[in-house]
C-alpha cells in the first residue's frame, strides 16, 4: 500500500510520511497479531512498548476524525487478512 522500504519503517527517522506508515504498521501488528507490544517495538527498530501504544493510539484517534483515514485503514487490514500474512 505504502512504498516504503521497510528497513525506513525500522529507521529513527521523523518524516511524516514514515511516521504516519510506521504507526499504521504498528497499530496492524497489534490488531492482526498475538505478539507483544515489547516484540511489536522491537521488529519496528527496536522501540519501547510505550511507542507502540502511542502509535496504536494515534491510528485510532486519526479514524475517528478521518473516515478516509479510516477506509484506508480498513482496506489495508483486509488486504493483510485475505493474505494470510498474519
Excluded: W
Amino acid at each position: 500500500y505504502f512504498t516504503i522500504p521497510e528497513d525506513l519503517l525500522r529507521a529513527k527517522t521523523r518524516k511524516q510520511e514514515i511516521v504516519n506508515a510506521r504507526q499504521i504498521a504498528m497499530y496492524l501488528a497489534k490488531e492482526l497479531t498475538n505478539s507483544s507490544l515489547k516484540t511489536i517495538g522491537l521488529h519496528f527498530g527496536g522501540r519501547d512498548h510505550s511507542t507502540v501504544i502511542h502509535a496504536y493510539q494515534c491510528v485510532e484517534d486519526q479514524m475517528k476524525l478521518d473516515s478516509k483515514f479510516r477506509g484506508n485503514v480498513e482496506q489495508i487490514k483486509r488486504r493483510l487478512e485475505m493474505r494470510g500474512k498474519v
